[in-house]
């Protein structure tokens, strides 16, 4: 079966400061991997996917995600973080299988 | 918006009551889902429909029971429902069951059972 993991609950960084959400995978054959990221009292939205080619995916919003096959990881990344950016961010796989979930917070 | 709307925003409801939630999109997707979202949980994948049949079933209680007349179109039944149900109820559509283009989300219903 196949699943992710966010192994933080939360996150905090600093404004201007790099962000990295992370993520871990279990997912057989050629994974398509997805971050959503849901803003308070609002459904998900879609920030980016990986299917193949290059590892490192970039997408809404200034975020990028690298695909790392060696380490079965697809953390989320930003090179400078906004306040707006605080939100509730999911990893997901192509099936629908979720993970908890990360708490992210930046702080002015 | 984002193409997937979902009615009522928020809703409050005793536990003898009988309500519905809906979910309508014109994305032109095949498959739509209805997901349970509880505070500090993972979100629950409830029911899965493709092309208007059910296609999954996530061992829901029976106080919850779906509807799907039309590929536009999906309901969620509420009876009986235990303050436990209160939660995010988010509805969801892709282009088919492969996942291959991700997922469009509504914003969701906010359940209070009392």
């Known amino acids: 079966a196949q699943s992710v993991a966010q192994p933080e609950d939360q996150v905090n960084v600093a404004e201007g400061n790099p962000l990295t959400v992370k993520c871990t995978y279990s997912v057989s054959g050629n994974p398509y991997l997805f971050w959503y990221v849901q803003y308070p009292n609002r459904g998900l939205q879609f920030l980016l996917k990986?299917?193949?080619?290059?590892?490192l995916v970039k997408g809404s919003y200034g975020f990028e995600a690298e695909f790392n096959k060696s380490q079965t990881s697809f953390h989320l990344k930003k090179p400078s973080a906004l306040v707006s950016d605080s939100a509730l961010y999911f990893c997901?796989?192509?099936?629908?299988?979720f993970g908890a979930g990360t708490r992210l917070t930046v702080k002015p | 918006e984002t193409g997937v709307t979902q009615t009522p925003r928020h809703l409050v409801m005793g536990m003898t009551n009988k309500k519905s939630l809906k979910c309508e999109q014109h994305l032109g997707h095949n498959a739509m889902y209805w997901y349970k979202q509880s505070a500090k949980k993972p979100l629950e994948l409830m029911f899965v429909y493709s092309l208007e049949e059910r296609v999954e079933n996530n061992s829901v209680p029976s106080r919850f029971s779906p509807e799907c007349p039309n590929s536009s179109h999906l309901f969620l039944h509420l009876h009986t429902l235990q303050p436990e149900d209160s939660a995010l109820y988010l509805c969801?559509?892709?282009?088919?069951?492969?996942?291959?283009?991700?997922?469009?989300f509504g914003s969701g219903t906010r359940l209070t059972v009392v």
């Open positions: 969801a559509s892709s282009q088919d069951l492969s996942g291959g283009y991700g997922y469009t």
């Open positions: 997901a796989t192509e099936d629908m299988r």
């Open positions: 990986y299917i193949t080619g290059d590892n």
